[in-house]
C-alpha cells in the first residue's frame, strides 16, 4: 500500500520560523544597544533651550525644558547636539563630565558627547538624542 506523504509544515514550525525572522530584524535594528541612536527629525514641538552665546564651542550645558533635564553639547559654531540626561543603567542624572565624555555620577558610566553611545560601563544602551536648531541666538529642542 502507499502512502501519500506531503510534507506540510506544522504551526510549530511556521510559528518558529517567524519568530526567528522577527528576532533577526530586532537585532539589525537594535546592534548592541551601546552604539549611537542616530539623531531624530526636527519633528514635534520646538522648545527654546538655552541661547547660542551661552554655549561656547566644545561647551556642554545641562537645561530643563518642559520639567526634564537634556545636556546639550556644541561640537562646533553651527551645531548642538541633545541628549536626555537620564543614564540608561539605572535612571541617575548624568553629569556635563569631562571634555569628550558624559559622566554618571552613581556608577561610573561614561557616554560620548558626539553622539551618546556608551564610552564605559556599566550603561549598555546610548542615551537618547533629540533634534535640536539653531535659529538666531536660540537654542531649540525638539520633543
Ligand atoms: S545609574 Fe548611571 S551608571 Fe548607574
Not at 554655549?55 to 547636539?81: A, F, M
Not at 556608551?118 to 536648531?133: D, H, I, M, N, W
Amino acid at each position: 500500500m502507499k502512502q501519500n506523504l506531503t510534507l506540510l509544515p506544522t504551526r510549530r514550525v511556521v510559528l518558529g520560523t517567524s519568530l526567528a525572522a522577527g528576532a533577526a530584524v530586532t537585532l539589525v535594528a537594535c546592534g548592541s544597544g551601546k552604539s549611537a541612536d542616530p539623531i531624530p527629525s526636527p519633528t514635534g514641538t520646538a522648545y527654546e533651550a538655552t541661547e547660542l552665546s551661552q554655549l561656547p564651542v566644545q561647551g556642554t550645558t545641562s537645561v530643563t525644558v518642559e520639567g526634564h533635564n537634556y545636556l546639550l553639547y556644541r561640537p562646533d559654531e553651527t551645531t548642538v547636539l541633545a541628549y536626555t540626561s537620564v543614564c540608561t543603567h539605572q535612571g541617575c542624572k548624568v553629569g556635563t563630565g569631562d571634555s569628550t565624555n558624559f559622566i554618571c555620577p552613581c556608577h561610573g558610566s561614561e557616554f560620548a558627547k558626539a553622539d551618546g553611545s556608551v564610552a564605559q560601563g556599566p550603561a549598555e544602551k546610548a542615551l537618547t538624542r533629540y533634534a535640536t536648531s539653531i535659529e538666531g541666538d536660540k537654542v531649540k529642542i525638539y520633543l
